[in-house]
């Protein structure tokens, strides 16, 4: 399977690459370190055009890249949703939070070393829950599937304050990145039917 990894020098595509060895991997991202060297077989920069790294037979996108802004993440689905268009298959996962369809619980963020969550990234990965289910249905004809994972909060070195403020909003504790790889396996397996759905995780802290 040939899997291309936008953002896979981060905390998910990092885990995400490593969880999907021995697949080939493509790791598109600004930025890399000797880690990267695991669980890829190619490192692209992302300051060379995407289009110019369509590998024939591409299987899988999955996005889990930082955009600077909206129009660079259209212009990276577009070149891949033509590549797909033209090889009549393939599978792409997106990534929101569940931002994008809860409003945050601000006094968490108080006092503590985590930035209160901005209303630009809320609408930011509102758009992209939304831009999933467009995506799927105009998509269907070309046999692409079109899904979309909603973490929740993730571990990743927060202080025990913040750590503790979560768990009491929500009931639970944060997630980590090894509970995301599940259902990236769920949605890579060739009898898999969901489509154009947003699935959230995040042990039911939302709820």
């Given at each position: 399977?040939?899997?291309?990894?936008t953002g896979g020098s981060g905390l998910i595509g990092t885990a995400i690459r490593h969880h999907l060895v021995p697949n080939t991997i493509i790791n598109y991202d600004l930025y890399f370190d000797y880690d990267d060297y695991i669980g890829c077989s190619a490192r692209v920069d992302a300051r060379i055009p995407l289009h110019k790294y369509m590998?024939?037979?591409?299987?899988?996108?999955?996005d889990c890249a930082r955009y600077g802004k909206p129009s660079e993440q259209f212009?990276?689905?577009?070149?891949?949703?033509n590549h797909f268009k033209q090889q009549g298959k393939g599978k792409m996962i997106l990534f929101s939070s569940i931002y994008g369809h809860k409003v945050p619980d601000f006094s968490i963020y108080q006092d503590t070393e985590i930035e209160e969550?901005?209303?630009?990234?809320a609408i930011w990965k509102a758009g992209?829950?939304?831009?999933?289910?467009?995506?799927?249905?105009?998509?269907?004809?070309?046999?692409i599937q079109v899904n979309c994972i909603a973490p929740g909060g993730v571990h990743d070195k927060q202080s025990l304050a913040f750590q503790q403020l979560y768990k009491e909003?929500?009931?639970v504790s944060m997630i980590t990145t090894k509970n995301i790889l599940p259902v990236i396996d769920m949605l890579l397996h060739k009898d898999n039917a969901i489509n154009g759905?947003?699935?959230?995780i995040d042990k039911g802290w939302s709820l």
């Open positions: 399977m040939k899997i291309l990894v590998y024939p037979d591409l299987d899988v996108f999955i212009i990276t689905w577009n070149t891949v949703i969550t901005p209303i630009e990234y992209t829950e939304h831009a999933t289910r467009f995506l799927a249905q105009k998509l269907k004809p070309y046999y909003s929500g009931g759905q947003v699935i959230t």
